[in-house]
């Protein structure tokens, strides 16, 4: 497993911007897919995004797709996820997840270690 601490979250109004971070420990980040998962009050935890071990290989929600972009760097193992065009149904808790299989799934269950979670608060 890593250790996975995500930030950049905060308080935006509609149609801003925010690039959110996901730092891991462990010299093995670079074998692992990642993936970017948000949950709302009273709702499940949703998928959002994953990238392959390579970075060759990106998947997104609908909700997500021509918005939000996830990219990795794996010389400084950290994954992000920039979003633009924020709506008030983006207001979550945004967390990271790193799947060992190295290929990034919409699933949950692949992912074995998370982050403590990050707010996105979009404001109308």
């Known amino acids: 497993q890593v250790q996975l601490v995500e930030s950049g979250g905060g308080l935006v109004q509609a149609g801003g911007s925010l690039r959110l971070s996901c730092a891991a420990s462990?010299?093995?980040?670079?074998?692992?897919?990642m993936g970017w998962f948000r949950q709302a009050p009273g709702k499940e935890r949703e998928f959002v995004a994953a990238i392959s071990w390579s970075g060759g290989y990106t998947y997104y929600a609908d909700s997500s797709k021509g918005r939000f972009t996830i990219s990795r760097d794996n010389a400084k193992n950290t994954v992000y996820l920039q979003m633009n065009s924020l709506k008030p149904e983006d207001t979550a808790v945004y967390y990271c997840a790193a799947d060992p299989s190295g290929y990034g799934s919409s699933q949950r269950a692949p992912y074995d270690s998370w982050g403590q979670g990050t707010q996105v608060t979009v404001s109308s």
């Open positions: 462990g010299r093995t980040f670079s074998s692992y897919a």
